[in-house]
């Protein structure tokens, strides 16, 4: 009995995904919770994997290749079943080479070659870690002799979540199944088959290949074991510069495929920028005194960031001037003002500009986290979202943003509304340069922040209201000790 498993919504409305890496190829066989593919969406990068065990019999999309929600993505037929006439290889449009009908390929018949411990049929590398509990393996790494019986006692499978594996007795957690770089079976143009290496890279090198439309294959990896980094692409790209443009694309220019996040972010801000009717307000305000009141913090042990002091100012102003936390619902022709602040911070990420949300704080300021508290965890989700690692939950729900542009060395700049929200604010360079202090001029370190707002939502009083209360938070250290 054959089948097709179709791509699943991937959670929080997400219509589509692209095929990062495939991990299975046509003809192996597969348990369930096996990681068929990491895919990415427009929010994270997941391993997607299978809903039961069976037989690949094709594999619908290529690497790179983007695909709708509900989508045929995998073939599969029952474990054991014959092959269909012609299976074997790998082919996106479910054409495959000849095998032996019956043969499986995971039945270590291959040549025994392997590469980092990866049997060149395609299957898995056999190490304890890399296969599902209660499936071929024990949870402490013990073989099961191929053929024997089914033990008595089996681990319980349990459903999982997509990207995560079975949850180990007695840790709580689930075990993720290592990356393992394998040699698969492929079609050659003419029909025969042969064996290739499959592109050794990460998935943020496999993404910059996409972007410049460099094909992994053609690149000669300078990483251990031949793997491809982010420079060996970037080096290929340099060389395929003066190639022929590709069809529809202008004479000595390229074209970069807009997929997944940054296809996401764009639609999001055109959506954004031609709904709301933006308007922004600026402040150039003196933090030298602010500054070195972090700076005696970081000396002794509790180092707060700026942009750390910047998101807890944000809370009493937000207090004190509820409209700046809120969004403008059009069908309804109501405001709606949320009770509680959800920061969210932009991140620059190889894949796209991202809104990642910070973990839960106290709307009314009294309970806000501590300086150091609240540094460490702008830092810890700003890394998790250029690792692609946020969960759909922490890439939705913030209702005020924080966009630090200073650190590309720009004074200030007036940022796009996050959609569904009134407000977002843009914090610029730090700059010392004279400025007059107590009637006199003296070398300070300044910042410009510049607040964008919804003009539905807010009229410009009430955002020239909320910036201020922010600026003076910031510039008087004692302000920003107590709030």
Same mark, same amino acid.
């Given at each position: ?26 003809? $192996? ?60 290889? =790998? ?5 495959? /080479? ?44 013990? $073989? ?126 055109? /959506? ?15 933090? *030298? ?60 990420? $190889? ?16 309970? /806000? ?48 509304? =996050? ?28 910042? *410009? ?9 807010? $009229? ?24």
């Amino acid at each position: 009995m054959m089948s097709d498993f179709l791509l699943p919504d991937l959670g929080e409305g997400l219509t589509e995904a692209t095929i990062v890496a495939w991990h299975v190829n046509v003809g $192996d066989e597969v348990t369930r919770n096996q990681a068929l593919a990491e895919v990415e969406t427009a929010k994270a990068l997941v391993e997607l994997p299978s809903p039961r065990a069976g037989r690949i019999t094709a594999l619908h999309a290529e690497e790179g290749q983007t695909l709708d929600v509900g989508s045929p993505l995998v073939g599969f037929a029952e474990v054991g079943a014959a092959p269909e006439p012609g299976a074997g290889g =790998n082919a996106a449009d479910g054409s495959v /080479a000849d095998e032996p009908a019956g043969e499986s390929a995971t039945d270590g018949s291959a040549d025994g070659s392997a590469v980092d411990g990866a049997v060149t049929s395609g299957s898995v590398a056999e190490d304890p870690a890399s296969v599902p509990v209660g499936v071929g393996a024990s949870v402490d790494g013990s $073989d099961e002799a191929a053929g024997a019986a089914e033990p008595a006692a089996r681990p319980q499978r349990q459903q999982v979540l997509v990207g995560y594996g079975p949850v180990l007795p007695g840790t709580g957690r689930p075990r993720r199944r290592p990356r393992a770089f394998v040699t698969t079976p492929y079609v050659r143009p003419t029909g025969a088959t042969g064996e290739r290496p499959t592109p050794r890279a990460m998935p943020p090198v496999r993404r910059r290949a996409r972007d410049l439309g460099v094909d992994l294959r053609s690149v000669h990896g300078s990483g251990p074991g031949g793997r491809i980094l982010r420079a060996d692409v970037e080096a290929r790209a340099q060389g395929l510069s003066g190639a022929e443009p590709r069809a529809g694309a202008s004479a000595g220019s390229h074209t970069i495929p807009v997929t997944g996040l940054r296809k996401q972010t764009a639609q999001a801000m055109s /959506a954004s920028a031609f709904t709301a009717p933006h308007a922004s307000v600026h402040v150039t305000i003196d933090v *030298t005194d602010t500054l070195e009141l972090l700076g005696r913090g970081t000396r002794e042990g509790g180092r707060t960031s700026f942009l750390a002091s910047v998101c807890r100012a944000i809370l009493p102003a937000a207090a004190r001037t509820p409209a700046a936390n809120a969004r403008y619902d059009a069908e309804a022709g109501e405001i709606e003002i949320f009770d509680q602040v959800r920061l969210g911070i932009a991140v620059a990420t $190889d894949r796209g500009l991202l809104v990642a949300t910070l973990p839960e704080i106290d709307a009314d300021g009294h309970q /806000a986290p501590s300086g150091p508290a609240l540094t460490a965890a702008v830092a810890e989700t700003a890394q998790k979202a250029r690792d692609g690692a946020l969960t759909p939950a922490e890439v939705t729900g913030s209702t005020l943003t924080v966009t630090n542009v200073g650190v590309f060395g720009v004074d200030g700049g007036t940022p796009i509304l =996050n959609p569904g929200q009134s407000t977002i604010l843009a914090i610029g360079a730090l700059r010392r340069q004279p400025w007059e202090q107590r009637d006199e001029i003296a070398l300070r370190t300044v910042v *410009t922040l510049t607040l964008s707002f919804d003009h539905r939502v807010l $009229d410009g009083a009430e955002a020239s209201a909320f910036l201020t209360d922010i600026a003076e938070t910031l510039a008087d250290p004692a302000t920003l000790l107590v709030r």
